[in-house]
């Protein structure tokens, strides 16, 4: 488990890198963000992937908040597994149903252990009852019962827009989206300089549409600003704000309001400290 420093506010790949590297070794398993939750920082999936495979890690990875949000080849990659909800960037609603990426060269080697069930049973004898599991290859041989039909129907509602474009055109608008939203929030910052910062990575590749910004005071008090004038977003900690313009649904204009709202709060703030 990497401890966090004090004074270190994002981790970068080269840190997970080194750290296995150091000690590989007596690692068995690499399991880690692909988009850090609090930070937003995007972490280089198939380098720490190589790295670990080379130490003779299992490399796996937790995708809440890349899903949707970046492109992923992970079979390419050759990650031995990840998981993600669907109910951020894949839109599905709270509660949803969840995926599971297991790569396809475990898809015969039934005597690794894993959770099973009626339908990781091959489906042509499952209804004979035998007396021995006989496994379905690949992702099947994973299942464990129906899936709830209610959550694969609104997820499905999801799916069928995204299928009208890509995630390399979504990808290319969320750069040019949150770069756009980075812009204007650096002018607000120019203004006032304490009043907040950037915390996610300036580098378009080490990040995906989600920025985290850190306010020198409490960041609850420029949530309810927004929200009480329709814009949502959420809060990490005492000062941290995520703000993600996602590229699906939302627009330049939206990212514009945003800052003018945010402008406007700052300046309404700044008007009595006694708030902050």
């Known amino acids: 488990m990497l401890a966090h420093e004090r004074e270190k506010k994002i981790w970068h790949t080269e840190d997970i890198v080194k750290m296995i590297e150091e000690e590989g070794d007596s690692i068995a398993l690499v399991y ?3 988009v850090h939750y609090t930070t937003g920082h995007l972490f280089d999936i198939q380098r720490i992937t190589e790295v670990a495979h080379l130490k003779g890690c299992y490399a796996g990875f937790d995708l809440a908040h890349a899903a949707g949000n970046i492109e992923l080849h992970l079979h390419d990659w050759k990650v031995d597994f990840a998981c993600w909800c669907t109910y951020k960037y894949i839109n599905s609603g709270p509660g949803s149903i969840a995926g599971f990426f297991v790569h396809e060269k475990f898809a015969y080697q039934f005597d690794h252990p894993r959770l099973t069930g009626w339908w990781s049973h091959n489906r042509d004898s499952r209804l004979s009852m035998p007396g021995e599991l006989d496994l379905q290859p690949g992702a099947a ?11 694969m129907m609104c997820l499905l509602g999801s799916l069928n827009v995204f299928k009208k474009t890509s995630m390399a055109q979504l990808t290319k608008k969320s750069r040019i989206l949150t770069t756009y939203l980075e812009l204007l929030l650096e002018d607000i910052i120019a203004k006032e300089s304490t009043f907040m910062r950037i915390v996610t990575s300036s580098d378009p590749a080490e990040r995906g549409c989600h920025l985290t910004l850190e306010f020198e005071h409490s960041a609850g008090l420029v949530q309810k600003y927004l929200r009480d004038r ?3 977003t959420d809060t990490r900690g005492a000062n941290g704000l995520r703000v993600a313009p996602v590229p699906l649904y939302n627009t330049f204009v939206d990212v514009l309001r945003f800052c003018n709202a945010l ?4 300046s309404h703030l700044l008007k009595d400290k ?3």
């Open 32 to 34: 880690f963000s692909g």
């Open 141 to 151: 041989g994973f299942q464990l019962s129906n899936p709830p039909v209610l959550q």
């Open 230 to 232: 329709g814009i949502m």
């Open 263 to 266: 402008a406007h709060c700052r």
């Open 274 to 276: 006694n708030k902050l």
